[in-house]
């Protein structure tokens, strides 16, 4: 008998309902006599958030955790928190595709869990970005599911790495903070298993988080935290997930379902809920063995917690600011570059003038949970001036009100002293009141103030800079065309001093590729205008086609596309190659592409494989992100890569056959620079990819019978045996059935008069539903 079967045999009733829930906010609860320790939980996303007092004290001041965030400034004082680095953001992170130094973050993540003596980050956030204007797309990755589910997996097994686990969170499709306490999510079966889902699955399945955190939403109707279909048939019986589902904070409506659909743990503590599982057990309408899956769920967690601490009491916050300033340049995107305008260099500008406030109050975290006590923030402006030195002449205007307030003496300064300069970098994008939890946003504007800033400086001065400082995409229409150069850093976190400068003047060269579409107008997006939605439903009308998807099919232009980014190099791409292979007995399609750095200096490039079905039954994207790597070449260097696909990489998630189908036919692989930017492409042929079994009903027409030769083998028999046809007419009969329209229930009962009851043809279907969808298993590709 192992520890835990030990205790849970010695557990009173009132012991194991206690473990369900915390004690305060961040702590899951001891019984000492029992010895079982407790275990410390701490948000974020970007950096580690905690709340003064934590440790050596049972129980917090709550209104720590309602803490607001002061709105006037870009680096509010968080003196509540014990400071930490601020890393970049989610949107960041995914924009670097650079998953080896997202891992190498994520430990160093868990190596700060370990000297704050936390054992599990709440994080990461990695929603699908349905919309541009949710409002926590600062801390979440992407609008496609593949880069999401890398960057997810990448996080989780560096700060894993470290004995400290994680919570991958929201589960699931809590795409928009408006009223994401109460409203639905009504997303289609294929939007749900293809967007939604497929980014947790992939990073479950390959990460192996130790917690999974439902979301405060209802999925269709059934709140999150009591969806057993979600929970328990997909994320436990379909993943293999075998760690705890905890709540979101507070989000737990009715504890007693919440337990019976695989939500473990309740978050923070709530004895209230505590007391509905003892009251269900004691009055039986809830079975004590459902507690106890749940409580040696969360006994393994807490244990295996304990086994893995790596408690320290000192810390190298330098050397972690070192890997959040590498990732920090790493994913700064280069948008435009008209005339190389950028990098600034004393050949081309002996006077520049930076402008903006945020130039010097930066912006470089969101509001909400993923705020964090930074160790030491950097300024771009004077990070520009260090990097000028003495070669170029740096002056400075503030430009505008931080909370955007108009105010005309900084405009007219600002216009004059960048009339003044041979160049001006205009530091823009949004206050933080809209990157935050709690609000989604109304406009994909930046803030007017700014707009009005960039206008006036584009009609005196031909060289504008502009660096957009926002967590999401935003829109451009009014002043792109002015300026020559957009940079944007989103909110890259406290090194963003030194990575702003040091993209600027080409000390780093640009590397970071669009995880999301920019598009031209909120008019264009995929969501518009269901988003966010109203009467507490939220409806996903666009189905699978989100961010490019959409853009794609609906051949609608956009400003920069998915993927894209610019460098200060070229590359060139040559060699297209597939291969057919099989390993470990399993169909593998093998790619491999060269890639020449063309152009002046060195520099890294994402190399993107996108995969099209040229026709198929059901609709399907134009193409879809299945695989990229990011590569650094030196002047002159080429690489080749080499990507695998397999069997999912082809398939669609088809509802009728509950399964992930690939149709025969052809494929083409697409190598890109970005979604739009396809420079190579080669076809496959998919062959005998089995036919998935669709299931029948009584409704269903006959087509769907005859489309699999052992379901219209067995029903034929049965209407030969059942007397409604016979030996000597169902061949001819075939061709007759398969042409109506009707349902096969009513086709034999009226039109061939059959006596055959509802009950026993449902029966029969029952049957050969069963043995078909056993046949249908079995996966094969090429
Ligand atoms: C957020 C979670 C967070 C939790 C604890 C909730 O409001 O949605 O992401 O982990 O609070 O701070």
């Known amino acids: 008998m192992n520890q835990i079967d030990n205790i849970m045999k010695k557990l009173t009733l009132e012991e194991k309902v206690s473990l ?178 497929a980014p947790f699955e992939l990073a479950i399945k390959n990460a192996k988080p130790w917690t999974v955190m439902s979301s405060y939403n209802k999925v269709n109707g059934v709140q999150m935290a009591e969806n057993r279909r979600l929970l328990t048939d997909i994320l436990r019986d379909e993943w293999n997930f075998d760690g705890v589902v905890v709540s979101d904070w507070g989000g737990i409506k009715d504890r007693v379902q919440a337990l019976k659909a695989g939500n473990d743990l309740d978050m923070p503590e709530n004895r209230r809920n505590n007391k509905s599982i003892q009251e269900a057990v004691e009055n039986g309408t809830l079975d004590e063995s459902v507690l106890d899956v749940s409580v040696r769920r969360i006994l393994e967690m807490i244990f295996k917690a304990k086994a893995q601490e790596r408690f320290k009491d000192s810390i190298d916050w330098e050397s972690h600011r070192e890997i959040a300033k590498k990732v920090a340049e790493d994913s700064i995107i280069l948008l435009k570059n008209e005339n190389n305008l950028l990098p600034i260099t004393k050949e081309k500008y002996k006077k520049v003038a930076v402008i903006g406030a945020f130039a010097t109050e930066p912006r470089y975290q969101g509001g909400g949970c993923t705020l964090v006590n930074p160790t030491r923030i950097s300024n771009p402006y004077d990070e520009i001036c260090r990097l000028a030195g003495n070669d170029i002449k740096i002056t400075y205007a503030k430009g505008y009100e931080i909370n955007n307030r108009i105010n005309d003496q900084l405009l007219t300064e600002a216009v004059e002293k960048a009339g003044e300069a041979d160049a001006a970098v205009i530091f823009a994008g949004l206050w933080v009141a809209y990157d935050r939890e709690g609000f989604d946003r109304k406009t994909l504007d930046i803030d007017s103030s700014h707009i009005r800033l960039i206008q006036e400086i584009c009609k005196i001065q031909k060289r504008v800079i502009v660096v957009l400082n926002n967590g999401d995409a935003v829109t451009m229409d009014p002043w792109i065309n002015g300026a020559g150069a957009v940079v944007e850093q989103f909110l890259v976190g406290e090194t963003v001093g030194e990575a702003v400068a040091d993209i600027l003047f080409g000390i780093v060269n640009p590397s970071g590729k669009l995880p999301v579409s920019f598009p031209k107008r909120l008019e264009d997006t995929s969501a518009y205008p269901l988003f966010p939605g109203e009467c507490n439903h939220h ?244």
């Open 539 to 782: 409806i996903y009308g666009e189905s699978i086609f989100v961010g490019y998807r959409y853009y794609e099919k609906k051949k609608i232009d956009t400003l920069f596309p998915f993927g894209f980014g610019l460098s200060y190099t070229e590359f060139a791409y040559s060699n297209l190659k597939l291969d057919k292979t099989v390993m470990n007995g399993i169909q593998k399609l093998t790619v491999q592409v060269t890639v020449a750095n063309t152009g002046s200096c060195k520099g890294k490039e994402v190399v993107q494989l996108y995969v099209s079905d040229k026709e198929s039954r059901l609709l399907r994207p134009i193409k879809e992100l299945k695989k990229f790597e990011k590569i650094e070449l030196e002047q002159g260097e080429s690489k080749t890569v080499t990507f695998e696909l397999s069997y999912r990489d082809f398939a669609y998630y088809d509802p009728e056959a509950e399964d992930w189908v690939v149709e025969d036919g052809i494929f083409d692989i697409h190598i890109g620079k970005s979604c739009e930017d396809i420079v190579l492409t080669a076809s496959v042929e998919m062959k005998d990819a089995k036919k998935k079994f669709r299931y029948l009903y009584l409704d269903s027409q006959h087509a769907r019978v005859f489309e699999n030769t052992v379901s219209k083998k067995m029903y034929l028999d049965f209407l030969v045996e059942k007397g409604v046809l016979t030996k000597d007419n169902v061949d001819a009969m075939v061709p007759l059935l398969k042409g109506n329209y009707m349902g096969i229930y009513n086709v034999i009962t009226s039109l061939l008069g059959g006596d055959i009851t509802k009950e026993e043809m449902q029966e029969k279907l029952d049957e050969i539903n069963q043995v078909c969808t056993a046949k249908s298993k079995a996966e094969s590709c090429f």
């Open 20 to 197: 369900c829930s915390g004690i305060g906010l961040w702590q899951t609860k001891d019984i000492e006599d029992k010895r079982i320790p407790a275990i410390w939980m701490a948000d974020g996303s970007n950096g580690i958030r905690i709340m003064k007092p934590v440790h050596n004290q049972r129980k917090q001041d709550t209104s720590e955790f309602l803490q607001v965030t002061d709105l006037t400034q870009n680096s509010p004082t968080i003196t509540k928190q014990y400071e930490a680095v601020c890393y970049p953001s989610g949107a960041a992170l995914a924009s670097t595709w650079n998953m080896e130094l997202i891992e190498s973050m994520g430990a160093m993540l868990g190596d700060e869990c370990n000297f704050r003596k936390v054992n599990i980050l709440l994080a990461p956030g990695i929603n699908i970005k349905r919309s541009p204007l949710g409002g926590r797309g600062y801390e979440y990755y992407s609008e496609d599911p593949y880069l999401t589910g890398k960057t997810a997996e990448a996080f989780i097994k560096g700060v894993q790495s470290q004995g400290v686990g994680t919570s991958i969170k929201h589960f699931a499709a809590n795409n928009a903070e408006t009223l994401r306490i109460n409203m639905s999510s009504d997303v289609d079966e294929r939007a749900l298993r293809e967007i939604y889902l």
